[in-house]
């Protein structure tokens, strides 16, 4: 072979062995591509797939757009005054344009101070922070947009997983493409968990500065956007120094950021922030003012009627009819008292709950007693015994007798003061010095049946209402809130008056979810009211309860104590206010020391409306209809004829042309003229009464009462007396039912709640409605 062809040959052949090296390079560069190729896919359907499991379970945009926020529903008083917040969450929406400009910077400086640059998530933070997680090997670094946070606060838990971070970002790109930058920021500062139960800048700023969020400065502004990161933390109330550092921090991004000026700087960085008084730690079931008129409206209406979510997320606004001044007075003046009790103010021309407290200390002790009480009334019951006289044409002129009964059951009701009884007397002195043996006879004149009807009639509802002649003395358990409805009566001529305490119901939005207004319903003729308001001003004038005159007011109302002293009561009203205030011990012992009506409930009364009528400007006289028909007439105490000169008179009001015309025979006028006079007073006998009952106790005319001795004592011949004032019996009686004299009354069967049992059913409720 030739060294040319060799040559050839060799360059043949090395020309073919680097050919043949390519070919494998390049198949093995195929095969990388390939898997590459393959692998890329592989993740790219994994990514889709795994992108398409986290955005089914991502609320849709409708969705996102219904999404309503957990706001506190406010309470209000009759002025439009807060006086409570029911929440899950502490939150109230607050407007962008109503948040201080420093506010807005320092909360962009301290957690996206590129809000306004980008789309809602920031690949380059996302990455550094990518890099810090792996590196740790879990998540630790943060880096998310003021947008991804709301994000997470409206729809994600704060789980820190790959996949939440996922569902956050896409969430956060949805958002910024349905929301502007200033919705995203002012729903931002709305949702934000700011400590101590606070949620949003309205609650925190209300919460830690006492003001407005419109109105805080830099330093509280700095100090609020420093929470942010760690609420507890750096809460300024628990961890100042934290508070400090992290504040400091905040100031020198918005310097850094040329947001505030170096005088700023240097003028904040170590003020110390002025906090509000005390902390307050938020609490949905802790009610802190009017908490019984709270529970009151909470419990009997709004969680009935619009369930616990709505009510503690959905940012009602009640407006209620209670003065916040009269409430905090009322629980300032029971909260003093040694027993327990109860006090309910009430318009009674309106039905507007005033104020109501039923408890000296709500923390100790939920039982309501001005709603939840039923207790005996005693005499403050014998108003309505004798509304049902003068509803059957008697007056307070005419007379009836005080005198020792005895029933053939063997039931022998007595006085307060037993053993002494002043014989014929008035029906306004029997009212005015609350005598039981006058009430328990003039029950059986008119009827028990009458009387309880009466009763239902002007707004007792209590089922405890007993059928039989106990009832004058008041043996009905009821409640203070339904006395105080009766006696508004009396007060506004006639009506039985629904009460209420909710005027008002908006949602967040403004619209009108309820209104409530006043429910009168005719309940006596405005002349039987007004006259049985004369008489219960003679008792405040000069009978039991001459105490609670208020000063420069018409003042009407009446005592009630029963046996044993176990429960006290005063209940009475001034022209456009009527007062209950009931003391008593939750398990019924004695109040010790004769505590009677005017001892123990009569001062708490008059501390209050005496308050009550400055804070109000209550008119000073009652108001009299035209169609009452009535005459105000002075008349004597005793005899109830016109007043002598030497009478102790009273001015009364009287149906008009039924006043008597003749002067009191006792005290100057003559015999004669007195029973000449066709509207002279009558004595009225009850069915027990018996002539030898009529001779011994009554009062004869032109001269002195018949002697009345004690029982027991030895009866001894008379001298002829005067004639009597004239007799009447009814002539149609039924029957009353006369109590036992030793069978207990159903009010003394019953069981008494124990604190723990109170506290007991409080704890179901709440649970009943969801609230823990």
Known sequence: MSRTQKSDKDFSLSNKKPKKKKSLASKLFASFMLTAAVAAAVIAVAALLFLRE???????????????????????????????????????????????????????????????????????????????????????????????????????????????????????????????????????????????????????????????????????????????????????????????????????????????????????????????????????????????????????????????????????????????????????????????????????????????????????????????????????????????????????????????????????????TSNKYDGEVTLMKALARSINTSAVRLAQISGVRHITDLARRIGITTPHLPDDLSVALGTASLTPLEMSVAYSAFANNGYQVKPYAIKEILSQRGETLEQNGPQLTPAVTPTVAVTMRSMLQQVTSWGTGARAKIADHETFGKTGTTNEWTDAWFVGGVPGLVVVVYVGNDDHKPLGGRSTGAAAALPVWKSFVEYAVNTLALPSTFSIPSDAEVEAVRVCRATGFLAAPGCEAADLLLPLGHAPSSLCPWHGGTIAEALADANAPVLLLAPIDEETDVNRYALHLGGAPAAQPQPGAAETPAEPAPPVTPTQKPKKSEPSKVPSATEKKPYEKRKYETQDEVDKRYQELLKQYGII
């Open 54 to 416: 986290i955005t089914e379970s991502l609320p849709t945009t409708p969705e996102i757009l219904a999404h309503e926020p957990s706001l506190a529903t406010k309470v209000y008083d009759r002025k439009g005054r807060l006086i409570t917040q029911l929440f899950q969450e502490n939150r109230t929406w607050v407007k962008l344009q109503n948040v201080s400009p420093w506010m807005v910077k320092a909360i962009l400086a301290a957690e996206d101070d590129k809000f306004y640059e980008h789309a809602g998530i920031r690949p380059i933070a996302i990455a550094r922070a990518l890099v810090i997680d792996i590196f740790h090997g879990e998540a630790k670094q943060g880096a998310s947009t003021i947008t991804q946070q709301l994000a997470r606060n409206l729809f994600l838990s704060n789980e820190k997983t790959i996949i939440r971070k996922a569902r956050e970002m896409v969430l956060a790109i949805r958002l910024e493409r349905i929301y502007t930058k200033d919705q995203l920021l002012e729903m931002y500062l709305n949702t934000i968990y700011m400590g101590h139960g606070t949620y949003g800048i309205e609650a925190a700023s209300r919460e830690y500065f006492a003001k407005p969020p419109a109105k805080l400065d830099i330093n509280e502004s700095a100090t609020l956007a420093g929470l942010v990161a760690a609420p507890e933390k750096y809460s300024p109330y628990r961890h100042k120094g934290n508070s400090q550092a992290r504040k400091s921090y905040v100031l020198r991004r918005m310097l850094d950021l040329d947001w505030i000026s170096k005088g700023d700087y240097d003028a904040n960085i170590n003020k110390e922030p002025k906090l509000a008084q005390t902390e307050r730690v938020g609490n949905p079931i802790t009610l802190e003012d009017a908490p019984y008129f709270v529970s009151y409206i909470l419990f009997s209406h709004l969680l009935p009627s619009y369930g616990a979510d709505r009510i503690y997320r959905g940012g009602l606004s009640v407006h209620t009819t209670i003065d916040r001044d009269l409430q905090a007075k009322g629980e300032e003046i029971v909260s003093s008292m040694k027993h327990e009790g109860a006090l309910v103010a009430i318009d009674p021309n309106t039905g507007e709950i005033l104020a109501l407290v039923g408890g000296r200390d709500f923390n100790k002790s939920k039982f309501n007693r001005a709603t939840q009480a039923f207790r005996q009334p005693g005499s403050s019951f014998k108003p309505i015994v004798y509304a049902s006289a003068l509803e059957q044409g008697y007056r307070g002129v005419d007379h009836v007798l005080d005198a020792p009964l005895l029933f053939p059951n063997g039931w022998a009701p007595g006085n307060y």
